[in-house]
T-cell receptor, first 116, second 116 residues
Framework: GEEVAQTPKHLVRGEGQKAKLYCAPI?????VFWYQQVLKNEFKFLIS????????ETGMPKERFSAKCLPNSPCSLEIQATKLEDSAVYFC??????????????FGPGTRLTVL | AQKVTQAQTEISVVEKEDVTLDCVYE???????LFWYKQPPSGELVFLIR??????QNEISGRYSWNFQKSTSSFNFTITASQVVDSAVYFC?????????????FGRGTSLIVHP
């Protein structure tokens, strides 16, 4: 597609439940990035992929968070046993270049996760 | 380590006023990229501009202009004759060549409110 698509738009989970977010990058873009934005503040980088391979996971919390980009499927970000502090908007972005910051990243509309 | 400071948390102006959003960055790299993004109330992130560290030429795009000054490590953004539709949170971001993945660091954003 011509835009980065993210589903669902909103997700509400009780504390301890699993949350799974999806991202379809722009067709032809090999690089996918996940960011977390809490309270409309700064964006925290989580993880990036080059096709189905993890490119950079330095921002990924070691526990409870996992992500995948499988061929012919939307990428996913999964949070096991959600906590209140996981409440945020999760943005996905895609890019044509491995030099992700050197080129424009196209952002999706985000998924707002609310943990109650 | 890279750092972006947007000291102005919120700016309020009346329509048709000019407004400048400040961005100061820190980096040890000689090769880096600077960005501005707009996040309107609807939540999506809109790319506005990318500048590389070797190009200090200022840029104008319609009512928007950017002033990049390496001497002061600043990349300020000016909106001329502001309009209500300019109301949004604006993020400045920096990505460095060091480390290879160029993952951008975002500032905390400046909320611009344009009153009619």
């Amino acid at each position: 597609g011509e835009e980065v698509a993210q589903t669902p738009k909103h997700l509400v989970r009780g504390e301890g439940q699993k949350a799974k977010l999806y991202c379809a990058p722009i067709k032809g873009h090999s690089y996918v990035f996940w960011y977390q934005q809490v309270l409309k503040n700064e964006f925290k980088f989580l993880i990036s992929f080059q096709n189905e391979n993890v490119f950079d996971e330095t921002g990924m919390p070691k526990e409870r968070f996992s992500a995948k980009c499988l061929p012919n499927s939307p990428c996913s970000l999964e949070i096991q046993a959600t906590k209140l502090e996981d409440s945020a908007v999760y943005f996905c972005a895609s890019s044509q270049s491995p030099l992700a910051g050197a080129n424009e990243q196209f952002f999706g509309p985000g998924t707002r996760l609310t943990v109650l | 380590a890279q750092k972006v400071t947007q000291a102005q948390t919120e700016i309020s102006v009346v329509e048709k006023e000019d407004v400048t959003l400040d961005c100061v960055y820190e980096t040890r790299d000689t090769t880096y990229y600077l960005f501005w993004y707009k996040q309107p109330p609807s939540g999506e992130l809109v790319f506005l501009i990318r500048r590389n560290s070797f190009d200090e030429q200022n840029e104008i795009s319609g009512r928007y202009s950017w002033n990049f000054q390496k001497s002061t490590s600043s990349f300020n953004f000016t909106i001329t004759a502001s309009q209500v539709v300019d109301s949004a949170v604006y993020f400045c971001a920096l990505s460095e060549a060091g480390g290879g993945s160029y993952i951008p660091t975002f500032g905390r954003g400046t909320s611009l409110i344009v009153h009619p």
